[in-house]
């Protein structure tokens, strides 16, 4: 992807952030935006509210296998460690390595999905959520992954948005 392909990518997010009324509309921009820079067959937006210890799926692309309802509780582990405390990404390029991070990895790859990429997104010190972008093995090179960065700040823009 070129810089003028992304510039292109991100004016277009940035006309729908700023012209598009609806809940789900910030979402769908960030979506549309993560595909045509990295891709993702799988996208999800999740807010975590560590005060009362729990996430909740904000926005899905794939509402029968993921719906937006309800909570699960968050759990304390080397996930939460290096994306919540840590603040950095977590990519994983295969079934194997999900499956040691997350309990719905027999889902994950009915999908067909083998690698995932979750992008926490904070502002001012406080975390909003992650963004998560999922698809076939090895997917997220580390190309990809630092096209990813570029999320970052149209992430925050749509969570402010959202709300």
């Given at each position: ?40 067959k799988l996208f999800t ?119």
């Open positions: 992807m070129t810089s003028h392909d992304i510039h292109a990518a991100l004016g277009a997010f940035h006309r729908a952030i700023a012209e598009e009324t609806g809940p789900q509309k910030p979402w769908q921009a960030l979506q549309a935006l993560a595909q045509q820079i990295v891709g993702a937006v999740t807010t975590v509210d560590l005060d009362a210890e729990v996430a909740r799926r904000l926005y899905t692309n794939m509402p029968e296998a993921y719906p937006v309802s309800g909570t699960k509780p968050i759990t304390v582990d080397p996930w939460f460690e290096q994306v919540v405390i840590g603040k950095q990404l977590f990519v994983a390029n295969t079934l194997e390595a999900i499956a040691g991070h997350f309990p719905d990895w027999e889902l994950i790859g009915s999908l067909g999905c083998r690698s995932c990429v979750n992008m926490p997104v904070f502002v001012r010190g406080k975390m909003l959520g992650t963004v998560n972008m999922l698809d076939v093995e090895g997917h997220f090179t580390p190309e990809r992954v630092a096209l990813v960065e570029h999320l970052r700040i149209p992430a925050i823009a749509a969570f402010l948005a959202a709300r």
